[in-house]
């Protein structure tokens, strides 16, 4: 139900809570206080929305990934000539600069914020300059049009592309081969599509294979010319390439391996330069996962229900546990007239026995219960009128006779 974050490590993040919940009350309030302004706030809550789309979807894992220093570049290093290692560096470079591009807008949107955790955010990463002469670093290097891509032939054009022109001759020739080769292609196939009068042939790529050749089955006629090799059938396609198709693909392959390559030497200085500043980057990465948390997760839950169905828990020291009209977070969303429960436990009258025949919802009642708890304790709202709550540090229930007595 909650899992609507956006980021890899939003949703680690969120897994993360629901199995440990937090038991510190000025935390738990810090993330209600930012739910409270979020809810009341649209304005806020849709701007957050559309700056965090900015970042890239593995923003936390790559931001962390510089903490590790790889061995220096020499050419013992470079001799396997595949370049991955390479190519996943200048990926995670790219990356993180369109990380550090998304910063100003971020700031824009929390700059009048006022719950204690949007401001401590806009305070420690909107003004920190550092973010910013990172960013200016980066640009001096890459090429300012370079954009994170998850299509395989964009990101790879992308990478080989994205250290500024004129840095390096040799990167500079590489490039002009790959160009060369890449076009080669894509003329050989408006060739074939002449030549064999098949209309809809099609030239994807992808990082395994290379670029290769699609034919709709109802195009072929007869059977496919001899040119053709490695022929697959692929549901109403074909899956093939040719021994020209091969020898442009090896060497495109070559050449962009030769530009990521190069491309890793020309960035030595620049990596060097980031991990001194790698505590900015990690601080980054978590703020993104909890924003991704609070606003993706707890405020879109609570945005998608009907207006007052959700409230917010309040915590007491030693008060009593009392619940009034709650519900059972998922199976109120599959039954419309699901029947609102209440509970009251206090010093006094802490032991509550519930009775009923089989399929009567006893075992409902525990599990809401438990799950209002856990709602409140991770900082989110709860499905109730009114919740007022102590911080508990384990839950023990036993439902049904299949459960494991321990």
Same mark, same amino acid.
């Given at each position: 139900?909650?899992?609507?974050?956006?980021?890899?490590g939003?949703?680690?993040?969120?897994?993360?809570?629901l199995?440990?919940?937090?038991?510190?009350i000025?935390t738990i309030?810090?993330?209600?206080?930012?739910?409270?302004?979020?809810?009341s706030?649209?304005?806020?809550f849709?701007?957050?929305?559309?700056?965090l789309?900015?970042?890239?979807?593995? #923003? =936390?894992?790559?931001?962390?990934?510089?903490?590790?220093?790889?061995?220096?570049?020499?050419?013992e !290093? %470079? &001799?396997? +000539? @595949?370049?991955?290692?390479?190519?996943?560096?200048? #990926? =995670?470079?790219?990356?993180?600069?369109?990380?550090l591009?998304?910063?100003?807008?971020?700031?824009? !949107? %929390? &700059?009048? +914020? @006022?719950?204690?955790?949007?401001?401590?955010i806009?305070?420690t990463?909107?003004e920190?300059?550092?973010?910013?002469?990172?960013?200016?670093?980066?640009?001096e !290097?890459?090429?300012?049009?370079?954009?994170?891509?998850?299509?395989?032939?964009?990101?790879?054009?992308q990478?080989?592309?994205?250290?500024?022109?004129?840095i390096?001759?040799?990167?500079? !020739?590489?490039?002009?081969?790959?160009?060369?080769?890449?076009?080669?292609?894509?003329n050989?196939?408006?060739?074939?599509?002449?030549?064999?009068?098949?209309?809809?042939l099609?030239?994807?790529?992808?990082?395994?294979?290379?670029?290769?050749?699609?034919?709709?089955?109802?195009?072929?006629?007869?059977k496919?010319?001899?040119?053709?090799?490695?022929?697959v059938?692929?549901?109403?396609?074909?899956?093939?390439s040719?021994?020209?198709?091969?020898?442009?693909?090896?060497?495109?392959?070559?050449?962009?391996?030769?530009?990521f390559?190069?491309?890793?030497?020309?960035?030595?200085?620049?990596?060097?330069?980031?991990?001194?500043?790698?505590?900015?980057?990690?601080?980054l990465?978590?703020?993104?996962?909890?924003?991704?948390m609070?606003?993706?997760?707890?405020?879109?839950t609570?945005?998608?229900?009907?207006?007052?169905?959700?409230?917010?828990?309040?915590?007491t020291?030693?008060?009593?546990?009392?619940?009034n009209?709650?519900r059972?977070?998922?199976?109120?969303s599959?039954?419309?007239?699901f029947?609102?429960?209440?509970?009251?436990?206090?010093?006094?009258?802490?032991?509550?026995?519930?009775?009923?025949?089989n399929?009567?919802?006893?075992?409902?009642?525990?599990?809401?219960?438990?799950?209002?708890?856990?709602?409140?304790?991770?900082?989110?709202?709860?499905?109730?009128?009114?919740?007022s709550?102590?911080?508990?540090?384990?839950i023990?229930?036993?439902?049904?006779?299949?459960?494991?007595?321990?």
């Amino acid at each position: 139900m909650l899992k609507t974050t956006k980021t890899t490590g939003g949703s680690r993040l969120l897994r993360a809570n629901l199995l440990q919940p937090l038991k510190d009350i000025q935390t738990i309030n810090t993330r209600l206080d930012c739910l409270d302004e979020l809810v009341s706030n649209e304005e806020l809550f849709f701007g957050l929305t559309q700056g965090l789309r900015k970042f890239p979807k593995e #923003s =936390d894992k790559v931001l962390c990934h510089f903490c590790f220093k790889p061995k220096k570049v020499t050419d013992e !290093v %470079l &001799k396997p +000539a @595949n370049g991955r290692k390479s190519q996943l560096l200048i #990926s =995670d470079i790219i990356v993180l600069k369109t990380a550090l591009d998304a910063i100003p807008f971020l700031s824009k !949107v %929390l &700059k009048g +914020a @006022n719950s204690f955790l949007l401001k401590n955010i806009y305070q420690t990463i909107c003004e920190n300059p550092k973010y910013e002469s990172m960013r200016k670093r980066i640009g001096e !290097v890459i090429d300012e049009d370079v954009i994170h891509s998850r299509a395989p032939f964009v990101a790879c054009t992308q990478q080989c592309f994205a250290i500024k022109p004129g840095i390096d001759g040799l990167l500079d !020739v590489a490039r002009r081969s790959f160009c060369d080769t890449s076009e080669a292609i894509h003329n050989l196939a408006t060739k074939y599509r002449e030549e064999f009068t098949l209309p809809n042939l099609k030239i994807p790529y992808n990082n395994r294979l290379g670029f290769y050749f699609i034919i709709p089955l109802r195009d072929i006629t007869e059977k496919l010319p001899n040119k053709f090799i490695q022929v697959v059938r692929h549901g109403k396609n074909v899956h093939c390439s040719s021994f020209e198709l091969a020898s442009l693909n090896v060497r495109n392959k070559s050449a962009a391996a030769e530009c990521f390559l190069r491309t890793e030497l020309c960035l030595e200085g620049l990596i060097s330069e980031i991990r001194e500043d790698i505590r900015i980057l990690t601080m980054l990465a978590e703020v993104l996962c909890l924003l991704d948390m609070i606003v993706n997760s707890f405020a879109y839950t609570i945005s998608t229900k009907p207006v007052d169905r959700y409230t917010r828990p309040e915590f007491t020291g030693d008060g009593p546990m009392a619940i009034n009209a709650g519900r059972h977070p998922i199976l109120e969303s599959l039954h419309t007239d699901f029947v609102p429960n209440n509970i009251f436990l206090s010093e006094a009258s802490n032991m509550v026995l519930v009775m009923g025949p089989n399929m009567s919802g006893k075992s409902t009642y525990l599990q809401q219960i438990c799950l209002i708890v856990i709602l409140a304790q991770v900082g989110c709202y709860v499905p109730a009128q009114f919740a007022s709550l102590r911080v508990v540090d384990r839950i023990f229930t036993r439902i049904g006779t299949g459960d494991n007595v321990e």
